[in-house]
C-alpha cells in the first residue's frame, strides 16, 4: 500500500535476460529496461530548465526595481531589492491576508474533501444498497463537468446568503469533490479486503467502527494522496475566488496577485514579488513530497 | 477481528456476550428470554445498520453535490431565459430565448467561440505530443528519475494567476525575455498582444507549460504498465527503438492518450485566467480586437463587466452543450476503439 508507484523496472531481476539481434549495443531487453542515453539526458535537462526557469525568473524579477525591468536587456541574475519587494507586498497589498486566507480555505477544502470521500468511496468500493449504480454513474458524469458553468446560480447564493467577500463563499461550494470519491472508490475497490470488513462485523462493530478501525487505516496512503492534491487544486483556484471575492480586504492569493497587477501603473517588479509569495509555499511542498505528489498524479492516472 | 477461524464454520456464532450482532440464527442453546430479546434487538439493530448506514456515508457527497454542484447547473439553464442584472441578482424577469438569439446575431460571441477552439488546439496538441516523448525519456533507466519528475511537475504548482503575469512580462514586446532572445538571433521582436495567432500562442504557451509535465506523468504511468514481453517480441522481430515506440507504446496508450485528449479539451474550453491576466490593458475583452478572448472570459465580461448575469448563462449553457457535443464523440470513439482491439 505504499504510495510511490511500484516500478516494474525493478521487479523482474530473475527474468531471462535474452539478447535480441538487433536493438543497439546488444541491449535486447525490453524498451523500458534500456538505459537512457547522452541525448535523453540532454533533452530531459532542456526541459526541466524550460519547466524551471519561469519561476527563477520570476524570483530574479521580483528582486530587482520597476524601472530595471523596463530595460534591455532584461535581467538575468538577482538583485537587491527583493526584501523591499517582498515588503511592500506583503503589507501593501494584503498578501500576508491573502496568505492566511488561503491556506485556511486551502487547508478546510481539503481536509473535508478527503473525509467526506474516503467515506462515500468506501460505501461505494464495499458496500450493498439500492441505487448504488445510477448513484455512481451520477458522480462519474459529472466529474467532467467544470464548476465555472454554475457560476452564475452560485453568485446569486451567495449574494442572497450575504456570504460575498466572505471565506466560506469560496469553501461551502467546494467541499465535495466527485473526482475524490471516484479516487478513493478505486483505491479501496482494489486495498481494502472484504473479508476484513465481514471479520469486523462478525465481532459486532458498527458501520461507524468499520470506518473509524479498517477504513481509514487501509486508505491512509490514498488519503494523503487526494489531500495534497485538492489542497494545490484549491490554493491555485483562480475563477470562483475572483467573482466571489470581489471587494478588497479580505482576497485569497489568487486575487490578491490579480489586484497587485490591476493598478494605474503596475510596478512589475512588485507584481513578480506577489508571484513569488503566491507560490513559494506550493514550491517548498513540491521540494519536501514531491515524490509523494508524483505517486499520487501517476497513480491516480492509472486507474482513473 | 478474531472471530473468523474460518475452519468450523458450523460453530462460528460469536461469543454472545462479546457482541453477537451477526445475523446469525441463535444456535441451540438454553432460551433465556431475557438475553433472546437482547439478541433480537442486537440483531434488529445489525441490520438497520446495515441497510441504512450506507446512504448515510453518500449523503454528504450528494447533499453539497446537489446543492453547489447540480442545482445551480441546471438553474443555468433556467436563468439563460431570463433577464437578470448584476446589480439586482436575485430579480428576474423572463425573456425566452432572448439570450440566445442575441448571442447568435453577437460578433464577439463567434469570435470567443473561435478563438475558443483556435486556443485549444495550439495548447493542447503540441501539449500532448510532447507529454508523450517525455514520458518516453522518462521510461528509461535513468539518473535522478525522481529529480526529473519532479522538476517537470512544479509548474503544475504555480498558479494560473502567477504564472500568466510572469509570461506577460516574458512576452513584452519591449522589454520581454522572449523577444531579447528573438533579437540576439538577428529576428525582430513581435508585438505578442496584439496579433491575432502571436497572442493566441502566447496564451497556449503558458498552459503548454503548466500541463506538460503532468499529462507526461500520466503518460508514464500508462507505459510502466505495458507488459514487457511486447517489447521483447518487438526487439527479436527487429523493430527499432523508434518502432517499438510507434507500434507498442503508442497503441498500448491509447484508453490513457483520449483520457488526456478529452480532459485537455474540457480545460481548453473554460480557459479564463489566461486570457483575463495576459491582457496588460486590465480589462476582460481578451485583447482590443477581442483577439483571445476565450468562451469562459466572454461570459465573465458579460455578467460581470457588462452586468448581464442573464446573458452570461446563456453563454454558459453553450459551453455545456458543446462539453456534452464533446463527450458524445468521446463515447463514440471509445466504442470504437474497443471494438478494433
Known amino acids: ?304 | 477481528m478474531t472471530a473468523t477461524s474460518g475452519f468450523t464454520p458450523d460453530t462460528a456464532a460469536p461469543p454472545a456476550g462479546q457482541g453477537g450482532a451477526a445475523p446469525r440464527a441463535a444456535t441451540a442453546q438454553a432460551p433465556d428470554p431475557a438475553e433472546q430479546r437482547r439478541r433480537d434487538r442486537r440483531s434488529r439493530r445489525y441490520r438497520w445498520d446495515v441497510r441504512w448506514s450506507p446512504y448515510a456515508f453518500v449523503a454528504p457527497f450528494f447533499i453539497f453535490f446537489a446543492a453547489f454542484g447540480l442545482f445551480p447547473l441546471l438553474y443555468t439553464g433556467w436563468a439563460s431565459l431570463h433577464q437578470v442584472e448584476l446589480t439586482d441578482p436575485t430579480h428576474m424577469e423572463w425573456a425566452g430565448w432572448h439570450n440566445f438569439s442575441r448571442l447568435w446575431e453577437d460578433e464577439f460571441f463567434w469570435k470567443a467561440l473561435r478563438n475558443t477552439f483556435t486556443i485549444g488546439v495550439i495548447s493542447t496538441v503540441p501539449q500532448l505530443m510532447m507529454a508523450l516523448g517525455i514520458a518516453h525519456l522518462l521510461n528509461y533507466r535513468l539518473r535522478a528519475s525522481m529529480f526529473f519528475r519532479v522538476a517537470i511537475l512544479t509548474p503544475y504548482a504555480t498558479s494560473v494567476a502567477a504564472a500568466t503575469l510572469v509570461f506577460a512580462l516574458l512576452f513584452g514586446r519591449d522589454y520581454g525575455m522572449v523577444n531579447w532572445s528573438l533579437g540576439l538571433v538577428g529576428l525582430d521582436g513581435i508585438d505578442w498582444q496584439n496579433g491575432t495567432w502571436t497572442s493566441q500562442i502566447a496564451v497556449s504557451t503558458i498552459v503548454i507549460w503548466r500541463w506538460t509535465g503532468y499529462n507526461a506523468l500520466i503518460y508514464l504511468a500508462a507505459m510502466q504498465a505495458v507488459p514487457n514481453d511486447l517489447y521483447e517480441s518487438a526487439a527479436l522481430d527487429g523493430a527499432s527503438r523508434w518502432k517499438q515506440f510507434l507500434h507498442v507504446t503508442v497503441p498500448s496508450l491509447r484508453p490513457t492518450i483520449l483520457f488526456t485528449v478529452v480532459v485537455s479539451t474540457i480545460g481548453a474550453t473554460q480557459l479564463f485566467g489566461e486570457p483575463l491576466l495576459f491582457n496588460t490593458a486590465g480589462t476582460a475583452t481578451g485583447g482590443a480586437d477581442h483577439q483571445y478572448q476565450t468562451l469562459g472570459l466572454y461570459m465573465y465580461e458579460q455578467g460581470w463587466v457588462n452586468l448581464h448575469l442573464g446573458r452570461a448563462s446563456a453563454i454558459a449553457w453553450t459551453m455545456f452543450l458543446i462539453l456534452l457535443l464533446i463527450a458524445a464523440a468521446n463515447a463514440l470513439f471509445a466504442r470504437r476503439l474497443r471494438k478494433s482491439q
Open chain 1, 1 to 304: 500500500m505504499s504510495i510511490t508507484v511500484s516500478s516494474r523496472r525493478t521487479r523482474d531481476p530473475a527474468a531471462p535476460v535474452r539478447t535480441a539481434p538487433h536493438g543497439g549495443k546488444g541491449r535486447g531487453r525490453a524498451g523500458r529496461q534500456l538505459h537512457g542515453g547522452k541525448i535523453t539526458y540532454a533533452v530531459l535537462i532542456l526541459f526541466t530548465v524550460g519547466s524551471l526557469f519561469p519561476l527563477v525568473w520570476t524570483a530574479i524579477a521580483a528582486s530587482r526595481t520597476n524601472t530595471r525591468l523596463a530595460q534591455t536587456p532584461p535581467p538575468l541574475w538577482f538583485g537587491g531589492n527583493l526584501f523591499n519587494n517582498l515588503d511592500k507586498a506583503w503589507n501593501g497589498a494584503h498578501m500576508g491576508t491573502a496568505l492566511l486566507n488561503t491556506t485556511v480555505v486551502a487547508g478546510t477544502v481539503a481536509a473535508s474533501t478527503v473525509l467526506f470521500s474516503t467515506i462515500a468511496g468506501f460505501a461505494f468500493a464495499k458496500l450493498r444498497f439500492r441505487f448504488k449504480n445510477i448513484l455512481l454513474m451520477l458522480t462519474i458524469g459529472t466529474m467532467m463537468v467544470p464548476p465555472q458553468l454554475s457560476v452564475v446560480p452560485l453568485y446569486m447564493m451567495v449574494a442572497k446568503l450575504e456570504w460575498t467577500d466572505q471565506l466560506q463563499a469560496v469553501i461551502v461550494p467546494t467541499l465535495v469533490s466527485a473526482f475524490g470519491v471516484f479516487f478513493m472508490r478505486q483505491y479501496l475497490s482494489q486495498a481494502l479486503p472484504t473479508e476484513l470488513i465481514e471479520a469486523a462485523r462478525m465481532d459486532g462493530a458498527s458501520s461507524l467502527r468499520i470506518i473509524w478501525h479498517v477504513v481509514f487505516p487501509a486508505a491512509r496512503p490514498a488519503m494523503a494522496v487526494l489531500g495534497m492534491l485538492t489542497f494545490v487544486q484549491s490554493w491555485n483556484d483562480f475563477f470562483w475566488p475572483f467573482i466571489a471575492l470581489t471587494q478588497n480586504g479580505n482576497p485569497t492569493m489568487q486575487v490578491a496577485l490579480t489586484g497587485l497587477s490591476r493598478g494605474y501603473t503596475p510596478d512589475q517588479s512588485l507584481i513578480m514579488a506577489g508571484a513569488l509569495l503566491g507560490t513559494l509555499p506550493l514550491l517548498i511542498a513540491f521540494v519536501l513530497f514531491g515524490k509523494q505528489i508524483v505517486g499520487g498524479i501517476m497513480q491516480g492516472a492509472v486507474k482513473g
